[in-house]
Each structure stands twice: as structure tokens, then as C-alpha cells.
């Protein structure tokens, strides 16, 4: 059974930083791409960053782009993604998503597995 298991979410203040971690069982780690997601109340999921299965590319929105990022550590089957520079509207819950040999997808109907989410709130 493959589970994705977030963690790291919580209240911080604008300007803080946060690690989120993506815990995974059940599948061959090494070989999945993997996403973060996220989506704030009343919006659709938009996509946050993504790796390679490989792990030597990255991916970010616009909006995350050089204050967030993600890595993976496949000895641990883990995705990281690090949050600096936290803005009120990077207040969301936050979603790990997995696809097989995953190439980097923004698109979250390409991702096979998600997780049950990490809240992620940022006080002005």
C-alpha cells in the first residue's frame, strides 16, 4: 500500500521559514518524480515545485521561485521542501504528489499518489 505522509506545516510569521517533509512507503522512491501542491481556501490546487525522478532537475511556480526548495533524499524516501521568505499568501495546505518515472509535471492530474496534506499558515 503506498502511502505519502506529510509533516512540517504549522503557524509562522511573514518572513520566517518552514520545512515541509513528504514521508513515503509502499513504492520504489527512486523511480517516482515527485510535486508539491498546494491550496488555499476558496482556490483551486496550484502546483508549488516539483523533481525529477532522477533528482537532477527542479521545477517551481513563479510565485516560490528562489524562496523555495525542494530536494529529495532517496536513501530516506523523503521529498523536502523549504520555505523561506514565507508570505501571508503562501498560507495553503500543502500536498506531496508522486507519478512514476515523473519528469517534473505542474499539472496535478498527471500525479498518481498524494498525501493527506500539511497545514501551512503565515501571519502578517
Known amino acids: 500500500q503506498v502511502q505519502l505522509v506529510e509533516s512540517g506545516g504549522g503557524l509562522v510569521q511573514a518572513g520566517g521559514s518552514l520545512r515541509l517533509s513528504c514521508a513515503t512507503s509502499?513504492?520504489?522512491?527512486?523511480?517516482?518524480?515527485m510535486g508539491w501542491f498546494r491550496q488555499a481556501p476558496g482556490k483551486e490546487r496550484e502546483f508549488v515545485a516539483a523533481i525529477r525522478w532522477s533528482g537532477v532537475s527542479t521545477y517551481y511556480a513563479d510565485s516560490v521561485k528562489v524562496r523555495f526548495t525542494i530536494s529529495r533524499d532517496n536513501a530516506k524516501n523523503t521529498v523536502y521542501l523549504q520555505m523561506n521568505s514565507l508570505k501571508p499568501e503562501d498560507t495553503a495546505v500543502y500536498y506531496c504528489a508522486a507519478v512514476r518515472y515523473g519528469v517534473g509535471s505542474k499539472q496535478a492530474s498527471d500525479y498518481t499518489y498524494w498525501g493527506q496534506g500539511t497545514q501551512v499558515t503565515v501571519s502578517s
Open positions: 509502499g513504492l520504489a522512491f527512486s523511480n517516482y518524480g
